[in-house]
């Protein structure tokens, strides 16, 4: 664990593929503002002494990712509404009333599925996942898109089934995961990836058997931002169907996250230029 702790940083396991740090320094150098922002690997027996950690440094604040979104939860002091109704957290700011949760995910959700509305509204949704990040795809989908039923591809149907108990989802189905992998086909208008598979480095890695096929009429989006485009979007792009990468996510939740830890907007155009020319040479 890094001492001391930088003002801000993201957590996670694993979190070598973050570009979090990119974009958030090089909106705090266009700022002016002399704070920095780095990545910390940071295992689950860690977690309690990290936080331990941050109440007696002076750390602003920090993101969270896998696999920490829900675990966090109970060594955070207070929450918004929005991280309380779906029970994960991805930003905390840390200020005279303790470390306080807030989940910015659905800020990037909406923003990155607003300009699909028409394609969505009152329609269907599979999620592969039922973690963090499918718990913000959820909870915007029925609350902003009023999608009417819900698939989930789980490994786990616990935490499935907590998810639809917790958002009060009345039209869903849990689809285990050895029985998804089999299947050749699904009628889900809109189909997530909300599970890490694909990520920088293990690029060849997808959640959809061999025999999947996607149709012309769905729209595929992937939580995945590293590399832009996964295996699964590569797969639902030759079938024909509309993609949605997960870099609009990544930004526009960075947006709302920067906002809440320095009262500042984000001067978004330069750090999606930084951004976009980094991931120009590594990809």
Do not use: C
Request: hydrophobic letters at 40%; glycine letters at 6%; zero cysteines.
């Amino acid at each position: 664990m890094i001492r001391p702790l930088p003002p801000l940083f993201i957590i996670g396991s694993p979190i070598g593929h973050s570009l979090s740090p990119l974009l958030h320094n090089a909106a705090l150098h266009q700022l002016g503002i002399p704070l920095s922002y780095e990545a910390i690997e940071i295992r689950m027996d860690e977690l309690q002494d990290l936080i331990r950690e941050v109440r007696l440094s002076n750390v602003v604040g920090f993101n969270v990712t896998i696999p920490h979104k829900e675990t966090i939860i109970p060594l955070l002091d207070k929450f918004d509404e929005s991280a309380r109704r779906i029970g994960a957290v991805n930003t905390v700011v840390k200020d005279d009333r303790g470390l306080i949760g807030y989940n910015t995910d659905i800020d990037g959700v909406e923003q990155t599925l607003a300009p699909y509305r028409s394609s969505i509204m009152r329609t269907s949704a599979l999620l592969i996942g039922a973690g963090g990040a499918a718990r913000a795809l959820v909870y915007v989908l029925k609350h902003s898109f009023g999608v009417l039923k819900f698939s989930l591809a789980t490994r786990s149907v616990k935490k499935a089934e907590s998810l639809i108990s917790d958002l009060e989802i009345e039209n869903a189905e849990i689809i285990p995961w050895e029985e998804f992998r089999q299947l050749r086909s699904h009628n889900a208008k809109l189909m997530i990836n909300a599970t890490p598979l694909g990520m920088h480095p293990r690029v060849d890695e997808s959640p959809l058997g061999s025999s999947f096929r996607f149709t012309p009429n769905q729209i595929a989006f992937d939580v995945v931002y590293r590399p832009e485009k996964p295996l699964f979007l590569r797969h639902a792009e030759r079938n024909g169907s509309s993609i949605i990468t997960g870099l609009p996510m990544l930004l526009h939740q960075a947006v709302a996250s920067f906002k809440l830890w320095t009262g500042k907007e984000m001067p978004l155009s330069h750090a999606t230029e930084v951004l976009l020319h980094t991931l120009s040479k590594i990809e």
